[in-house]
């Protein structure tokens, strides 16, 4: 109620703050409970000395004393907090069902091996679609198998993948990541990603050289159906201005395009 704890206000004042749309509900569930009816189980809305409005749970029991006076014993709960990310999960509830209705839902279907979903994105950094795919295909058909590409010699890599852009930085970045993912006991196919927590294939992606949370999120969502969303910053406004992204976490922890990878 916002009131000091060293004041004791009476029902009638307690009553004065209740929110108005809800005091003639909660009058009649105290009532019920001073006259022994059933314990007070009552929620609704408080108008606080400091001019904001919280939304309290009050569980109480009532008894008299000895000279017929009412005294309550119980607990208030401020459910403010819930009730307003309740509200605002419906809402982006409501948001994504009419994105379904109009656009989907549509069904998964795997793009690529996880490997190869690794590298396409590797190739995706600073660069367009267009020169990824071309530079993707230019690699696999100059390097039949991953094993070729991470054996071959630099410079060749590099001049597969040119067209990407940053080629010196992406030809040795992919031979080391293929260099770490071939010494792994766990598969050099990376399929075991899909049998792990999303949390433990997150973790190792992102131990790879040049693998953020964006690139790591491509592989486990488009590989794995995985309930991460690799965003870039379209994905990520579009998710604020629709409310499926809560507006005050306006730093997404996973997968933002701002990230290097």
Known sequence: YGVPPEETPSLEQLMGMTHPGDRAATERAVRAAVAGAAPLRVEHRV???????????????????????????????????LRRAEEQAQQQAATVRRLAEAYGPLPYARRHPPVSELVTTLLSHSTTDLNQERAFRTLRERFPTWDEVRRAPTAEVEDAVRVAGLANQKAPRIQEVLDRIADDPRGADLEWLGAVPLDEAMAFLTSLNGVGPKTAACVMCFCFDAHVVPADTHVHRIALRTGIVPAPFREVRAAIASSSG
């Open 47 to 81: 108008l606080r000395p400091d001019g904001t409005t919280r939304t309290i749970r009050v569980t109480a029991e009532f008894e008299r004393d000895e000279r017929g006076a009412v005294r309550g014993l119980g607990t208030v709960l401020d459910v403010t907090d």
